[in-house]
Each structure stands twice: as C-alpha cells, then as structure tokens.
C-alpha cells in the first residue's frame, strides 16, 4: 500500500534492479525495483522521495516503523459517492475496522469517509496508507470525517505496524540457495501482472546457471503455493521452503496462466 511506482521504459535487468533510474539532467528520481511480466519493456521504480523518507530511521534505527490505525478503505466512485451524499469523490471509504485498534478507539465506524488526516486532505483513497505510514507510532492522529450527512472529527493515537515478515538474514539464505529474488505482491504489482489480487510473492531476479533458473523460473513470474500451501509473504515462502524434503512443488503464475515447478534446494556446503 505504500508503492506508488513510477512507469518506466528504462530496461531492468538482472543486476541492476535496486539501481537508480535518471532523468535526462542526470538526477536520481527513482530506484528500478520491478518490471511487469505480461508487458515487454514494462519496468517500475519507487520515486526518490519516497526512498528518502526512510533513511533517517534505518540510520537512527536500524529499521522502518510505520504508523498503523487499523480500518480497512476502498475508493470512493461517483455512484458511491452519490449514495453518501458527497459531493464529489475524494477522500477514503472506511469498509472495517480491526477490533480493538487505534480506528476502534477514535470511534471510526465502516462508512466513514475519512476527507483529512491532521489537516491533510485525502485527494484519493491510495494517499491514506501513505500519509498513515509516515506518523510514528504514539502520534496523535486527527480524522476529518463524513458521516450521515455531516462531517466530524476524531482522533486516535497512531500505532505500530507489525510486519509479519522473517528476519532479513533467513529470507536471504534461502533465495540465495535457490539463486533468485523476490518480494511480495502490492495491490499495484498484482494490477500490472493481471492477477485477480495482491497474492503471492513475485521473482524479481534470476541468477544465471541458479537452480531456479535450471528449473525454468523467470523474472516476474509469481510464486502462489509451495508444497500446496498458500504463501501471501516472504516469511510463509521461506517457512515453507525449509520444511521437509528438500524438494518442493511450486504453483507459478506467469502471463494469466498458472503452472507447477519442481524445484529442489541445494544442500548447503
């Protein structure tokens, strides 16, 4: 939810992924991330600001920390919006709210729209996880809302988001065994990719000679089950990998179809 890529035609190939994309003055405006697996020259970067929002927590931390609230929101279109009364179609819908979170405790209830976060205005749906993302946790939150006809406001102490990702190092070991990188499926990658939703997580490198590459894996195909088990993140893939024998059936999506791989993990030397 905090992707907002930038499209581009530069080529990315493996290598160079993590690289800088330029502009024609020569300035970083980007870091080439992914490419799109139904397109041929597709390629997708994540905009320099963004990237730069988080160095000072991986410098003072060690890691990110993103602000969570706890409401799930769709996007607000016009019949929606004639629906609620609004006058036009900006801001975020509210469709739930987790138990017991943030959202819960400021009172927000499904059918809010929330139209500004500490005086921000939410302009679409896609700009709430973002603005969100970037409070520190134990920040004060202020929502302006529509609600029944009327607008309101309510505010909530930001929480922590907890990623229920593995420690970097585990993830590491094993797409380094198996001579590919991947990382997981956003809303947007899975829109370019044709899938139905975010599900799954999306090779993004290939090492000649690997044996993924042996087994026929490529770049942009998405891993959906390992040994008939459902991975949606990187730490059910590598929780996945490490069981049993060690070869594992893989359920691939490539080009709106699906398709089965064997593929077998290294012993390690």
Not at 43 to 67: E, H, Q, S
Not at 236 to 250: C, N, P, T, V, W
Request: avoid cysteine.
């Amino acid at each position: 939810p905090y992707d907002d890529f930038i499209q581009t035609d530069a080529s990315i190939n493996p290598g160079n992924s993590g690289g800088p994309l330029l502009n024609f003055h020569g300035e970083v405006i980007g870091i080439n991330t992914a490419i799109a697996a139904s397109g041929q020259g597709i390629g997708f970067a994540v905009p320099i600001n963004m990237a730069k929002d988080i160095i000072v927590p991986l410098k003072d931390r060690g890691r990110v920390t993103r602000g969570w609230i706890g409401v799930s929101i769709q996007e607000i279109t016009p019949e929606i919006a004639k629906s609620l009364g609004l006058k036009d179609t900006a801001g975020a819908l509210v469709s739930d709210v987790v138990p017991d979170s943030p959202g819960e405790k400021a009172g927000l209830k499904r059918g809010d729209v929330i139209l500004e976060l500490n005086g921000r205005p939410v302009k679409d749906y896609h700009d709430l996880p973002k603005m969100v993302a970037t409070l520190v946790p134990g920040d004060k939150a202020t929502f302006r809302l529509f609600r029944d006809g009327k607008e309101e406001t309510a505010s909530a102490a930001v929480a922590e988001l907890k990623e229920a990702e593995p420690s970097a190092s585990s993830t590491r070991d094993v797409q380094s065994q198996l001579g590919m990188s991947l990382q997981p499926v956003t809303p947007e990658i899975a829109k370019e990719l044709g899938l139905r939703r975010a599900e799954g997580v999306v090779v993004t490198e290939v090492e000649p000679n690997s044996v993924s590459g042996e087994a026929g894996i490529l770049r942009g195909d998405v891993v959906l089950e390992v040994n008939r088990r459902q991975v949606n993140n990187l730490r059910e893939f590598s929780e996945a990998m490490q069981k049993g024998d060690k070869s594992h059936l893989l359920l691939l999506y490539r080009g709106g179809s699906t398709f089965y791989v064997s593929l077998r993990v290294p012993e390690q030397k």
